[in-house]
């Protein structure tokens, strides 16, 4: 009989305070239920395995990083914009540093929650973007530019990757700098 008051919304929220805790990979099933002090068999009577409990991870992940995104945008334009949404990604990946890689998954098409949860946060970049007189092609293209420089800088943070004796703050402002020149100077 499964736990009272177990439901699978709460197995995945308890599924990403473990994760933040004990790191995204070392996530398991078991771990869960010895968390939630449920015989393993039993929790799968609220998720279907591993893979179905990373999934609605990653929908989770996904969903709260697009409202940090979308309220740091909120009533900014161009370079604030830019600053407050690259510093939401950055905030949320620092607090979450278990769930933030399971942001990363692409949207599981199956999963309409997933989905919505992942164009809410596309859509917070391409407003940025508007701004810059960028749509289309050249949209899709600096999005890819803003999530590979902002997650390349958050994970290499994570992993202590930098060494050199300058702060980390002033090379993120300069990081975000450098996207808005690179967006204020586009050329197709």
Known sequence: MPRAGLTPRTVVREAARLADEVGYEKLTLAALAGRLGVALPSLYKHVKGVDALTQKLAALAI?????????????????DALRAVAGAWRGYARRHPGRYPAAQQVPDPADPEHVAAGRRALDAVYAILRGYGLAGDDAVDAARMFRSAVHGFVTLEAAGGFGLPRGLDRSFDQMVAALDTAYRDWRS
């Open 63 to 79: 969903a709260e990083l697009a409202d940090e995104m979308t309220s740091a945008a909120a009533g900014r334009a161009g370079r």
